[in-house]
């Protein structure tokens, strides 16, 4: 009888499209392995009152959409997370390990539904759960009233569709992953709408000693694996998180270079800082504290620190 891999994963349409994702390739490459998935309901999931993921995070003790999923890998529940990249705290829980990002890495930009940025009348409403799209909205169009939202995507989308909204801010992976890019009326550009750290990339977590370790270490992406984690040194350097405005992106150029760019920016929108930087891929953690130092230099620290005060 062969080995038997349990998956965890959130039980959202889009987590379970994150997962038949990432087993594609694997079912072939381990045809001996069972690979089972199991449904963990993470405190975002079930409480959709509650106007913030930051208050959510609090009340689950952790992260509003990987608390309960890290303990069931703990407790040997499941042997595998998928999670979103994007929505896992920059401190793993001990004990665990992120194995190599897989590749390719889905699209890493914001979009705008139901308007374009520049088709928006004054005042127009749009929605967004995430303090890093807010800020940055509100530093492109200060005149916007950007609202906050939550729920899956299709649920949010329909808040355009039914006219509550003019517009939402969503990921473009999610669309993509769910066949509704149709539904992208602007790709924002992510050279002025930085992305959150992470967002595109897959997050593959396992207990450190374990069958599925030693099964999937050396699967993965190496050019995606040194962008994600030079964004997330970054992110935890500022001592960020995702009720933070920090937006990071980085790429490998045809040279073989790793580029990171980031900015931080006030919750209002009136005061933004950026850098970025340039560096050996096999680096990826010194590039990320390179470019974090340097918004510190300018700044960024008294952003944070009015931010989280407000929290």
Same mark, same amino acid.
């Given at each position: 009888?062969?080995?038997?891999? +349990?998956?965890? /994963?959130?039980?959202?349409?889009?987590?379970?499209?994150?997962?038949?994702?990432?087993?594609?390739?694997?079912?072939?490459?381990? &045809?001996?392995?069972?690979?089972?998935?199991?449904?963990? %309901?993470?405190?975002?999931?079930?409480?959709?009152?509650?106007?913030?993921?930051?208050?959510? *995070?609090?009340?689950?003790?952790?992260?509003?959409? !990987?608390?309960?999923?890290?303990?069931?890998?703990?407790?040997?529940?499941?042997?595998?997370? @998928?999670?979103?990249?994007?929505?896992?705290?920059?401190?793993?829980?001990?004990?665990?390990?992120?194995?190599?990002?897989?590749?390719?890495?889905?699209?890493?930009?914001?979009?705008?539904?139901?308007?374009?940025?520049?088709?928006?009348?004054?005042?127009?409403?749009?929605?967004?759960?995430?303090? +890093?799209?807010?800020?940055?909205?509100?530093?492109?169009?200060?005149?916007?009233?950007?609202?906050?939202?939550?729920?899956?995507?299709?649920?949010?989308? *329909?808040?355009?569709?039914?006219? *509550? %909204?003019?517009?939402?801010?969503?990921?473009?992976?999610?669309?993509?992953?769910?066949?509704?890019? &149709?539904?992208?009326?602007?790709?924002?550009?992510?050279?002025?709408?930085?992305?959150?750290?992470?967002?595109?990339?897959?997050?593959?977590?396992? +207990?450190?000693?374990?069958?599925?370790? +030693?099964?999937?270490?050396?699967?993965?992406? /190496?050019?995606?694996?040194?962008? @994600?984690?030079?964004?997330? *040194?970054?992110?935890?350097?500022?001592?960020?998180?995702?009720?933070?405005?920090?937006?990071?992106?980085?790429?490998?150029?045809?040279?073989?270079?790793?580029?990171? !760019?980031?900015?931080?920016?006030?919750?209002?929108?009136?005061?933004?800082?950026?850098?970025?930087?340039?560096? &050996?891929?096999?680096?990826?953690?010194?590039?990320?504290?390179?470019?974090?130092?340097?918004?510190?230099?300018?700044?960024?620290?008294?952003?944070?620190?009015?931010?989280? !005060? !407000?929290?």
């Amino acid at each position: 009888m062969g080995d038997v891999v +349990r998956i965890g /994963s959130r039980a959202s349409k889009l987590a379970r499209r994150q997962v038949s994702e990432w087993l594609a390739p694997l079912v072939g490459q381990f &045809p001996e392995v069972a690979f089972k998935r199991e449904v963990i %309901l993470e405190g975002g999931d079930q409480d959709r009152v509650t106007p913030t993921l930051a208050e959510v *995070a609090k009340t689950a003790g952790g992260s509003a959409f !990987s608390t309960n999923q890290e303990a069931a890998l703990v407790t040997g529940k499941v042997d595998v997370i @998928v999670h979103s990249l994007k929505d896992l705290p920059t401190a793993v829980t001990e004990g665990t390990t992120l194995l190599t990002t897989p590749g390719p890495r889905e699209d890493v930009r914001d979009v705008l539904c139901g308007a374009t940025l520049a088709g928006l009348p004054e005042g127009a409403t749009v929605g967004t759960g995430a303090p +890093r799209r807010v800020a940055q909205l509100l530093a492109l169009r200060p005149d916007l009233n950007v609202v906050p939202i939550r729920g899956n995507v299709p649920g949010r989308l *329909a808040r355009t569709t039914k006219g *509550a %909204l003019d517009a939402v801010v969503l990921a473009a992976a999610g669309l993509n992953r769910l066949g509704l890019t &149709p539904e992208i009326h602007e790709v924002l550009d992510p050279r002025h709408f930085l992305p959150s750290p992470g967002q595109g990339a897959l997050g593959i977590q396992v +207990r450190t000693d374990s069958l599925a370790a +030693r099964l999937l270490t050396g699967t993965g992406d /190496s050019d995606v694996d040194a962008c @994600v984690r030079a964004e997330r *040194a970054l992110l935890a350097d500022l001592h960020g998180g995702c009720s933070v405005p920090v937006g990071a992106w980085g790429r490998v150029e045809r040279d073989g270079l790793l580029h990171l !760019s980031a900015a931080v920016t006030s919750a209002d929108g009136t005061r933004q800082v950026t850098a970025e930087a340039t560096g &050996p891929a096999d680096e990826p953690e010194k590039l990320g504290f390179t470019v974090a130092a340097d918004l510190l230099n300018q700044g960024a620290a008294d952003i944070l620190s009015a931010i989280r !005060s !407000s929290l």
